[in-house]
């Protein structure tokens, strides 16, 4: 703790699995949609490829939306980056410090950041990995 005092943060390291047949090429329809809406610039949406994928825009957003928290430290390392694939589909792995030492805050922090997140894959049309179960009585 003596480290995290010293510092004045915490480091965080979050994982969304995206289900991998949700992910396509972004077509002009969606990307009209998400710059009209404010969730991504039109320098966002350009790559060196002819087409940009609906996980690369979406891992674009939530770079953006995390440097432009206040929570978050921004002079620390951020970044968002894609993992090996798994069973559980493909991981977006969320890396970033955040400014605060108390553990409950610090927590709720992070957890409003990681909900927020979960649910803005829906407008970049991605399905967040849910392993179906069954349950007994």
Known sequence: WSG???YGGRQARLKIFIDVNSINFANASLIERLTNNGLLTNED???EYNNITNITLY???IE???R???SVDT?????VRQI???AK?????MYFYIKETNFVKYENTVAEIYEYCIASSKHFELQIFQSLTSTTN
Request: aromatic share 10%; hydrophobic share 30%.
């Open 89 to 93: 589909g493909i991981p977006l792995e």
């Open 45 to 47: 949406t350009k790559t």
């Open 59 to 61: 891992r674009k957003f």
């Open 84 to 86: 090996q694939n798994t």
């Open 4 to 6: 995290i005092e010293k």
């Open 68 to 70: 432009e928290n206040p």
């Open 64 to 66: 953006n939306f995390l």
């Open 75 to 79: 002079s620390r390392w951020l970044m």
